[in-house]
């Protein structure tokens, strides 16, 4: 916001902004709240002290618990906004998304779910993570995306592991491809028309297949192991779309 | 000249599938010669793995500045770390260094090191491909892992692909969007004439649709619906039409659940060409029926 | 007074351009004595706000009025701020900066009296 009448309309803020956020134009200034990445640049360089913040809501945190006992928090972005990451962000530095489920309980295991693809959004999910779970599909598309998002985790410096889903629909690239990266396949789930359904029903995969309980048991317990026996883990889960 | 962009409120719902399939339905029907393709889902971009078109030119995209700390005149002082509000500036050893991914681009470092030792430096975020497919030239980009500004790029691919279509004369942009709401959406619908949302019969389905569809609205885009994997859930695929019908948006029809669809990317051919036979196939012919009729009905 | 119009080409005969942020290019006219000069748009490649940068950038040129095909909130607050008058002209392919100016002329161009669209960032304002 600026206070017009310590404005001079010197321009400064304007020129700073990388966003064109402010523009003068004569003896206006003015103020596009939608282009405004928060940097605080504008207000640090006014001359006249004439510029201050106001939040500008992009989303909405909220937080709750599952029947499961599991406590569950999501960040959602109102339509229109263009950026994710600060909500990203925002919930992950969140004190409410993490208090445990239970009173008096702690909680050691944090999931992250991060959104498709190998973007900025993806990014920030995966920074400060444990441990990076990769979800992919054996086919041509589950491999180009995987290959989006390896350099990442390298980079980050994360250990990663993948899970092949809907096995058998496609070829054996992907699992080639993990093998030469040194990527261990920790999972494999094959294609079978009734998990389709579950899923699409909003049913998890271990309530539709009791049978696959155990193999995720051991696949917590594997990358538990990876990481450091019994610290607090914080787990991304990235995948293409959709996987 | 038409732009139909194909959207969907989340990844894995088929889209691509559906926009090979299209380009497919178009280039040999009568809109054959006048089809130019863009794959604006830049995140992922597949349509390429489906078209296996012969890459006629690259070149490479620069995105968003970042800050860059000269560390022969940096002298620690650390101020460049207090006024970064997204976490760049990291500490190693007592020395400072901008971390470029979670660099925003915004130069509040520059402007306030005392010794003038950061500059902002424009980054390698990806490539721009033109390549000629069986269907039609397509347009399409790569980011390189970890980069933002996928908005500008897809602003670029379409700008590249309805710039082809005007210099050519061709009657059809068929645009294969990124899903979701957010900016490269957005970059992708804005200006379009037709937007086709892919919706799936699943619990978020409902709800991705209908964020999908406000965005639209919000730019007024004209909307229509088709509903893919439908007889996973008939229940919620007839309540996905019952909603649409309640905002006044067309639906186009139902493409079953198929695993020749899956065959089909693996083989690298859009469905309706390697199994024109199968149930999907019958289904996508219907629905590219009735979205054409639509095109050229808004012409 | 100069007028700006929005073009993807290299002079007065080259194709008029409909986009206002992200144009290739402006060639101002001097409607008086027809001289023109031909400016690259520095907002084309812009991450975001290129509606704003051409805004200001016409501005900067000294128009009095701008012909282009659409406007978006913040390139229509700005150039409404500056007192630039913008004129709408067709998207048709075959039309020429030009052939825009000779619209303009004749009175056949509408005035922008709103922001033709929502902007590309999604303002909701």
């Given at each position: 916001m600026i206070d017009e009448t310590r404005c001079t309309r010197c321009g400064r803020c304007a020129e700073v902004c990388e966003y064109h956020a402010l523009a003068v134009v004569g003896l206006r200034v003015l103020v596009f709240p939608a282009l405004c990445h928060g940097c605080g640049s504008c207000l640090r360089v006014c001359p006249e002290g004439a510029i201050s913040e106001r939040q500008h809501g992009i989303g909405r945190l909220s937080t709750g618990v599952t029947a499961g006992g599991c406590r569950l928090s999501q960040g959602l972005m109102h339509v229109g906004e263009p950026m994710a990451t600060p909500i990203v962000r925002a919930l992950k530095r969140w004190p409410p998304a993490f208090a445990?489920?239970?009173?008096?309980i702690d909680c050691t295991l944090e999931i992250r779910d991060a959104p498709p693809g190998a973007s900025c959004p993806v990014v920030e999910t995966m920074r400060g993570a444990d441990y990076l779970l990769l979800v992919t599909e054996p086919t041509p598309f589950g491999l180009h995306d995987l290959r989006q998002v390896v350099p990442i985790a390298t980079e980050l410096g994360i250990p990663a592991g993948v899970v092949i889903n809907r096995e058998g629909i496609g070829d054996a690239a992907v699992a080639a491809y993990c093998e030469e990266a040194g990527l261990p396949v920790l999972m494999r789930i094959p294609m079978e028309r009734r998990f389709a359904e579950a899923i699409a029903a909003g049913r998890t995969l271990v309530e539709a297949a009791p049978e696959y309980g155990p193999a995720f048991r051991e696949l917590l317990a594997t990358i538990r192991a990876t990481v450091a026996p019994a610290a607090p883990v914080a787990l991304a889960a990235a995948g293409g779309g959709g996987r | 000249m038409k732009q139909l962009v194909v959207l969907s409120g989340k990844g894995g719902t088929g889209k691509t599938c559906l926009t090979a399939a299209f380009a497919h339905l178009a280039a040999t029907g009568p809109w054959a010669e006048q089809v130019v393709l863009a794959?604006?889902?830049?995140?992922?971009?597949?349509l390429e793995l489906m078209l296996r078109p012969r890459l006629l030119a690259a070149e490479e995209f620069q995105g968003g500045k970042v800050a860059r700390i000269d560390p022969a005149a940096c002298t620690a002082c650390g101020i460049c770390e207090t006024v970064?509000?997204?976490?760049a500036i990291v500490a190693h050893d007592g020395r400072f260094a901008v971390d470029p991914i979670a660099c925003e681009g915004c130069a509040a470092c520059v402007h306030h090191c005392p010794e003038g030792a950061i500059s902002m430096h424009p980054e390698l975020a990806g490539h721009l491909y033109h390549s000629e497919s069986r269907y039609g030239p397509l347009h399409h980009a790569g980011l390189l892992p970890?980069?933002?500004n996928s908005g500008k790029l897809v602003a670029l691919v379409r700008q590249r692909a309805r710039g082809q279509a005007l210099a050519e004369r061709r009657e059809l942009v068929l645009v294969d969007g990124p899903p979701g709401i957010g900016c490269p959406v957005i970059s992708a619908v804005t200006g379009a004439d037709l937007a086709l949302v892919v919706a799936e019969p699943s619990v978020s389905g409902a709800h991705d649709l209908n964020r999908t569809l406000d965005t639209l609205a919000h730019f007024r885009v004209r909307a229509l619906v088709a509903v893919n994997r439908a007889d996973l859930r008939p229940a919620a695929s007839d309540e996905i039409e019952a909603r649409c019908r309640e905002r006044g948006v067309a639906t186009v029809g139902r493409v079953p659940f198929d695993l020749a669809v899956a065959r089909a990317m693996v083989a690298g051919e859009p469905v309706t060409a390697n199994e024109p036979e199968a149930a999907a196939s019958r289904a996508l012919r219907e629905v590219w029926e009735r979205v054409s009729a639509v095109l050229r009905g808004a012409a | 007074m100069k007028v700006a119009i929005s073009t993807t080409g290299e002079g007065l005969e080259s194709p008029f351009d409909s986009?206002?942020?992200?144009?290739?290019a402006f060639c101002l006219v001097d409607r008086a004595s027809g001289e023109w000069t031909r400016h690259e748009n520095p907002a084309q490649a812009a991450a975001g706000g290129a509606g704003v940068e051409a805004a200001r950038f016409v501005v900067g040129l000294g128009a009095g009025a701008v012909i282009s095909g659409a406007y978006g909130p913040h390139a229509f607050a700005t150039l409404a701020a500056a007192g630039v008058e913008m004129y709408l002209a067709p998207a048709d392919p075959d039309l020429t900066v030009a052939g825009a100016l000779a619209l303009l002329q004749e009175g056949s161009l509408r005035r922008a009296e709103a922001a033709t669209h929502a902007g590309h960032h999604g303002s909701a304002s």
């Open positions: 445990p489920a239970v009173p008096g | 794959d604006a889902d830049v995140d992922a971009a597949n970064c509000r997204f976490e970890g980069q933002e | 986009r206002f942020g992200r144009t290739a």
